[in-house]
């Protein structure tokens, strides 16, 4: 995937909020960037979280030191059809401003051949949401030498077993692609693929690529999706 510009990025938020608020069903609780940072600032804070200061990285920071979205559908109470919560990046380094406790990351954590023990040193939660009300999750930066990787939690205890990595540019634009969709999230936790630094367009082809629409993602929420149908949903042939 070639790297994506802040104009882009932009552009593709801007198009994705004008989506969101033309539908009858959807009712946005709120959607905001905050300022962007600075090129140097971008790249101070990289330094000290030890985060690779990728080109994708930079851009998202060029765009905006944080996202917030959060949308509901009307007639399913309880559930997010879309949520995205990343902070500003100059807070990522202390638990207590995290949207989750720090037990989030609690648990001893090992998977892709890297310890996470100590995880605050080595692993950057960066998008706290939910898909209901009563959880939160979470997605985290893992720097791996030149690159910077993101994997999704399971859950509060951010189990490994069964998540995908992709890259940090992957994440933001299937972030926008899928309107903020926490499903879409699960479907990268059913790769299974807790194997060294592997992507999860290898195990979910199509998942990093694919267009979803608005109304399918309603529909697939409405549904209340088992684990297959999330699967099937996301490995699908891409719309026309």
Known sequence: MSSLTPTELRSRWDAMITDLKAHPSVKIVKAELNPPMREDQALEVAKRLGLAPTADLRAFLALCDG????????????YYGGMIAIPSFGTLDDPDE???GPDALENPLSAYGVDFEEAQGNVVPFDFFQ?????????AMLPRGDALDVFVSEDQTACLEDSALVSFGEYIAL?????GSPIARKALQLGSSNTDAERA??????????TYSLDALIELVRSEPHNGQVRDFFRGPAEE
């Open 67 to 78: 996202m917030s979205l959060s949308w509901t559908i009307e007639g399913v109470a309880g």
């Open 98 to 100: 995290w949207p989750c």
């Open 131 to 139: 898909r209901t009300k009563d959880e939160i999750e979470i997605a």
């Open 201 to 210: 367009s290898q195990v979910i082809p199509g998942i990093l690529t694919r």
């Open 175 to 179: 972030l926008l692609r899928s309107f």
